[in-house]
């Protein structure tokens, strides 16, 4: 009986060591990983403090031709009011052209739009996507204009926006990205939507380029060089092309640009279904070939120190914003138990990650609508952690279409999501 127990007790050890190594090596890994985000977070961050805005006051020495391309599919409800706005740009009526690649437009909306003084190139494909609208547009188009200048169906360009974006374009700079920001704010999650924004604005755009690092792709708001976007564009067919555009310029070391004072307004997400959908199709396309950018981000590092374009594989593997805050708040929470070894590093790596995140926030949010937007959250973590388990496949090889609505600008904050 004593031998049985003795053996008994030994095993009981051993597995009780074996179960603790296990645990320890398995925080040991969360806490690398978190801490990466964290600490990549927190340095661009601050890094937009040192961004540096653009003098308008400057008189340009040149004035740049645009065509100002917008694919709009089933977007009957905004197509309209955008081209109207974008019409009234205050910059001269000879040197920009509104572009509207109308897929599956009604015949209604087509025959308003041919009304406006624009080119309207209708279109139609089996399967849909913004890459074979805007190929289909530069293939008859006229290599006439100096920058491209890509809009979601939804976006409205502020009444100088194009003034701001061509003294920013003087020294035949290749691309530029320009600050989009919220249209509507109706509702928690536009909230949540517009706030998520304006952070990565702050983090990913300005905080590199304060760093001298470029800054990332939104997808809209960019002007790029005209003859290269149709160049690189025809070898584009993804759904993902504003991704493979930025790999493609990065690759060849062109600096992607950030101009914070150039606004283009974006309809954010106000229901929680939307922001789902939107997400996983976000989600999916940050991971497309992700083992082969790592690899190649190495490659261009150490062969031709290509930093922006290993910044760039970087961030492939970094978690989005919202679910970083929820799983740091959720791991601060196990300094209150004994058994978790890092408890306390864990709580030090969330405060540093909502420290980074307060100090991104524009003042405009400063308000109680954001403080109520903000019960919303843990659903929204939830969501996002939903979509990255089902993104996989989303977004390169299907076409996921966001719906858009005209917007009524007298519409009040809705706590609850319409």
Known sequence: MAFIYCYYFKYNIIVTIMLESTLLMLELVVLIYLSFNILYV???AWGAFFYKKTDFTKTPTKFNSFAILIPAYKSDAVIIETVQQS????????LFEIVVIADSLQDKTIAILAQENITLIPVSFEVSTKAKSLNTALAILPEKYDYAIVLDVDNIME?????????????????????????NLNTSFA?????????????????????????ALIGSGTAIQYAYFKKVMSEIESPVEDKELEVILLKNKYKILYENDALVFDEKVDSSAVFASQRRRWIASQFFDFNKIILDGLYELFVHRNFDYFDKAI???????VLLLGISALLSLTVFFSTVYFGFIFLALFILCLVSYVIAVPPSYINSNT??????LPKAVFLMFMAMLNSKGAAHKKFIHTPHKL?????????EEK
């Open 42 to 44: 927190t340095v661009y």
């Open 87 to 94: 019409l009234l740009q205050n910059y001269d009526k000879n």
């Open 159 to 183: 009444y100088d926006f194009l003034k701001k974006v061509n003294v920013r374009l003087q020294e035949n700079e290749m691309v530029v990205q320009c600050h989009r920001t919220a249209k």
């Open 191 to 215: 909230v949540l939507d517009g706030l998520s924004e304006e952070i990565n604005n702050h983090i990913f755009r300005k905080g590199h380029i304060g760093l001298g690092v470029s800054a």
């Open 315 to 321: 961030q492939k593997i970094l978690l989005p914003r």
């Open 371 to 376: 403080i109520k937007a903000t019960l919303s």
């Open 407 to 415: 917007l009524n600008e007298k519409d009040e904050f809705n706590e």
